[in-house]
């Protein structure tokens, strides 16, 4: 009896942790919505409402669905791969965030390294501030490939990254390089151009 009651309270909890982790994800993708449709996400809600990786995980999707890779060899039937650099700031709210989910049927995938080598292939990069210092490495490693390179790093788009992530005015918003973006062979819709904050050219 005991051993069934603690099996049953074992698994009343994991439930209950899935639900929890699923309601917060949800609410990030509520927030990167409401952004992505022209509204401001007001400061007081930042610390109460949502954990700031959640945010960043919401934005690292969307950005997937506004932004046209360049035809792959072999077709695009192949997923999107989303990597993580260095130290993780989404945790596992990124892969709840795209499970199940696919782009113009394509479907997404989350990989990690703190491995230069192991950059490519992807699509979407992001680089936690962790990792700054080896930025040069990094690019270096991208070469002319075709990826959207994304950080919260303060001098990122000067260094070369195409999407900076910002809470200014206690409310999230990016920037974007836009050469760089067009140098790497990314369309970036007109939709998430004019939601950016500032666009370098």
Same mark, same amino acid.
């Given at each position: 009896?005991? %051993?069934?009651g603690?099996?049953? /309270?074992?698994s009343s909890?994991q439930?209950? =942790?899935?639900a &929890?982790? &699923?309601w917060r994800?949800?609410?990030a993708? *509520?927030?990167a +919505?409401?952004f992505?449709?022209?509204?401001s996400?007001?400061?007081?809600?930042?610390p109460?409402?949502i954990q +700031?990786?959640?945010?960043?995980?919401?934005?690292?999707?969307?950005?997937?669905?506004?932004v046209?890779?360049?035809e792959?060899p072999?077709?695009a039937?192949g997923? *999107?791969?989303?990597?993580?650099?260095?130290?993780?700031?989404v945790?596992? /709210?990124?892969?709840?965030v795209?499970w199940?989910k696919?782009?113009?049927g394509r479907?997404?995938?989350?990989?990690r390294t703190?491995?230069?080598e192991?950059?490519?292939?992807c699509?979407?990069?992001?680089?936690?501030?962790s990792?700054?210092?080896?930025l040069?490495?990094?690019?270096?490693?991208?070469?002319?490939?075709?990826?959207?390179?994304?950080?919260?790093?303060g001098d990122?788009l000067?260094?070369g990254?195409a999407v900076?992530?910002i809470?200014?005015?206690?409310?999230?918003?990016f920037?974007?390089? =836009?050469?760089?973006?067009e140098?790497?062979g990314l %369309?970036i819709?007109? %939709?998430?151009l004019?939601? +950016?904050? /500032?666009v370098?050219n």
């Amino acid at each position: 009896m005991c %051993k069934c009651g603690r099996a049953s /309270a074992g698994s009343s909890e994991q439930v209950r =942790l899935r639900a &929890g982790a &699923g309601w917060r994800c949800a609410r990030a993708l *509520l927030v990167a +919505a409401w952004f992505f449709h022209g509204a401001s996400l007001p400061a007081q809600s930042l610390p109460n409402a949502i954990q +700031a990786y959640q945010v960043k995980a919401a934005y690292l999707y969307n950005f997937a669905k506004f932004v046209d890779w360049p035809e792959e060899p072999g077709g695009a039937a192949g997923p *999107l791969v989303i990597v993580v650099f260095g130290a993780d700031p989404v945790g596992p /709210a990124l892969e709840h965030v795209v499970w199940g989910k696919t782009i113009n049927g394509r479907r997404l995938v989350v990989r990690r390294t703190n491995r230069v080598e192991e950059v490519l292939p992807c699509h979407i990069f992001f680089i936690s501030a962790s990792d700054q210092k080896r930025l040069g490495q990094i690019f270096q490693a991208i070469g002319n490939a075709s990826v959207l390179t994304v950080s919260d790093t303060g001098d990122f788009l000067q260094l070369g990254g195409a999407v900076r992530l910002i809470v200014e005015g206690g409310t999230v918003r990016f920037r974007i390089n =836009l050469e760089v973006a067009e140098r790497a062979g990314l %369309k970036i819709s007109s %939709k998430l151009l004019s939601l +950016a904050k /500032a666009v370098r050219n």
